[in-house]
């Protein structure tokens, strides 16, 4: 793949085995500051795989990382969240028993986080924007996994990243909270990029600029949300799954 200066992110034969499983097989991705890049495919493809590779919080046992022009292969999670690598989780991992606005600022006062004087009104902020005013004093693990989703948006938010990894956020949502993390997601700004991983796929196509779609560890199409739907390649890796 060609070496655009421009790439924030760029991947380069990104492989991970789990002895004779390679859950991620020569995986090449480009993401450009500001992109939304959707990331689908079946359960088992190597999705989270690719998230916990470019987190840091997984070892990649074959190929390379750049994030902004540096080579963040050997760096760890928090090295890389300080320059600007930010991410929610599949299961949501928020501290239940602090209130709310205090997960936020725990987050954000943490060495890469960007909330320090005046935090509390940024933070505040942050709940807002993800929908949670009101709730800034109820306990995180009284709130239902619907805010809890929306809380740990704000936790990352609040590192304010350039790239933003989400792992399947509308995963146990009601129609109506999937509704609600579209419009969310929409009002992001585009100064983070965003790769959402989510088997909601009108949730990505509605999101998305580009879809990328793996298939047993690989890569298997890139293309525009018009592309990927009619897209042979994603059928098949489809075929026999409901996506
Ligand atoms: N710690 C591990 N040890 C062994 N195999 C693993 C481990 N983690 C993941 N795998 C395997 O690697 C493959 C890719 O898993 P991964 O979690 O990345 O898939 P995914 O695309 O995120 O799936 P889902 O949509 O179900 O979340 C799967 O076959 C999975 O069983
Ligand atoms: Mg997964």
Do not use: C
């Not at 709130?143 to 948006?153: A, C, D, K, M, V």
């Not at 304010?160 to 419009?183: I, K, N």
């Not at 196509?205 to 739907?229: K, M, Q, W």
């Amino acid at each position: 793949m060609s070496d655009l200066p421009s790439d924030l992110l760029r991947v380069d034969g990104l492989g991970r085995r789990y002895g004779d499983l390679a859950a991620l097989d020569g995986v090449d991705l480009r993401v450009a500051p500001g992109d939304r890049l959707g990331l689908i495919g079946p359960n088992g493809a190597g999705k989270s795989t690719l998230l916990n590779l470019i987190a840091g919080s997984l070892r990649p046992t074959a190929g390379r990382i750049r994030f902004d022009g540096r080579d963040v292969t050997r760096l760890g999670p928090a090295r890389r969240a300080r320059l600007g690598v930010g991410r929610t989780h599949q299961h949501p991992a928020v501290w239940s028993s602090l209130p709310a606005l205090d997960n936020v600022l725990v987050a954000g006062r943490r060495p890469w986080g960007r909330l320090r004087a005046g935090g509390r009104e940024r933070a505040r902020e942050l709940l807002a924007e993800v929908g949670l005013a009101g709730v800034e004093r109820t306990a995180a693990g009284a709130l239902s996994h619907g805010q809890r989703r929306q809380l740990e948006l704000a936790m990352a938010l609040a590192g304010e990243p350039r790239l933003l990894l989400l792992d399947e956020p509308a995963a146990g949502l009601a129609p109506p909270e999937v509704e609600l993390l579209a419009s969310l997601l929409a009002a992001l700004p585009r100064t983070v990029a965003i790769l959402l991983v989510e088997h909601h796929l009108d949730l990505v196509y509605g999101f998305a600029d580009r879809i990328t779609v793996l298939h047993s560890g690989r890569h298997v199409h890139t293309g525009t949300v018009p592309e990927t739907r009619s897209s042979p390649e994603v059928a098949a890796a489809y075929a026999g799954v409901a996506p």
